[in-house]
């Protein structure tokens, strides 16, 4: 589950060339893993069109035409934009004819079932030419099935940069890996079904998707001699007067994904509501300056949060700082999310913004952060030596290393006031609770999405709340957990 920039595409091909993996043959590993995988989505009462570019992606599909044919599919292929010009895919296209297969004319008045879009991959340049815009708009009027080939025309492969006549996919299979585009934004609505089609490349990015086999593998199992004091005891700064329950949802989060000990700095008036929901929790009622001046000291925490329903002020920002050199594990959500430098010390420092957070902390638009959400997320998190959680539609978790994670799950009923609260307090829990700090951070997160996957399984998106996490928590842990 790997992903690839088309310079790592590149480099990976020339890697291989100079190894003795011909291009020619990575073309037919392509086409024929395609073949295999497009062929359960196809049967051959269909009437199939293969539509190539002039470049690689081409040539992918002059092989995938070969196979087909050989297959018995009706298929015609056809060349919009003029005969392949790279070597490989004009060495396809002559065994292809020697096959005895033709290349057809394309004809305005036939039409398809399915239509097999391989006119550009990683090497297209946009915008699209006024040559391909016709000819993308007749297949679009087709109502065919749309099968891309590695990346859907019009759309870039690096960046969320959508052409206004890009073709709306209705499945991708990319090579060798996913491409950044795949979860970036609006480009990730143009690829539809995405699967993988491995061709032979050795896998190695910086980049990949978490996944379920990833959770199983680090989960932390409990010795059967544990005590609390084994699984962190944390400070949660967080709930004010008007939102006190930003902190019964943090707080109520940590407890249920595993915290030994939680202590929840807040006001006397959030206590009482945050109480009886959390009644695991102490509490303190310090000031900013306080928490300070002794607090530390006195309690030895080993972990801590600070932001949610909390305001952005000077005396928030003094205490952020101190926290910063205590040397714990800290979580930084919310109002504690701004501009500011970070030491570069052992432990992790988390920051939690969502889109429009993080689009005020690089000065940029929200725009701009989907379009580029990994690259930007992965930049501020090697310049700053933190851990970003860029939260939304496909979370970005990137590590102060260079590496980085995707997350796929959860969906739209977490768009609610409430989800990012209960994040924080899970990822309290879990860097307490697991010693590698990147499982821990992408178990929560990956956790977080599987509590709304799981209610909408059973439910109406538009009802699933915060608190539901509580009760669910306790269900999908244990599915994690070996036997
Ligand atoms: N390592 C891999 O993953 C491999 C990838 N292969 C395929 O090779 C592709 C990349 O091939 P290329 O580098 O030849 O690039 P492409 O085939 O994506 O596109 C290059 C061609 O498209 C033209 N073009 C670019 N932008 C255009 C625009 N806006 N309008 C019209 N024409 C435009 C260029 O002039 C050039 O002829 C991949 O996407 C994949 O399908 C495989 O064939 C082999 C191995
Ligand atoms: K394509």
Redesign the pocket.
Known sequence: MYIYTSEQ?KA??QLAEKRGMS?FS??EN?GCGLYHAICPYLSTNQKLLIAS????????GIVLARYLKMAGFEVDLIFP?GEP??GVAKQHLHYYEQCGFPVEEWNPNQTYDVIVDAL??????????ES?VEWIKWMKSMKATIIS???PTGISSNSGVVDQNAIKADYTFS??GYKPSRFLFPSSHFYGQVEVVD?G?PQKSNWRVWTEKDVQKSWVKRETNAHKGLFGTGLLIAGSHEMPGSAALAASSAMRFGIGKLTVNTTQHASAIIGPIVPEVTFLYHTYEELVRSEWKNRRFTCAAIGPGLDPTDDLEKLVTYLLKQNVPLILDAGAIQSRSYPRGEKPIILTPHPGEFSRLLQLSTKEIQENRIELASEYAVTHHVILILKGEYTVIAFPDGTGYINTTGNASLAKGGSGDALTGMLLASIEGNDCVKAAVLNAVYIHGVCSDEWVRKYSEHTFVSSDFSSLLPMICKSFEKE
């Not at 570019?53 to 992918?60: H, P």
Request: proline residues 3%; charged residues 15%.
């Open positions: 595409i990976a091909d291009t990575l073309m392509a570019g002039k470049g690689n992606n081409g040539g992918d934009l010009k790279t550009l991959g990683v090497g297209a340049i946009l915008p699209l030419q391909l080939i590695d990346v090579l060798h061709i490349l």
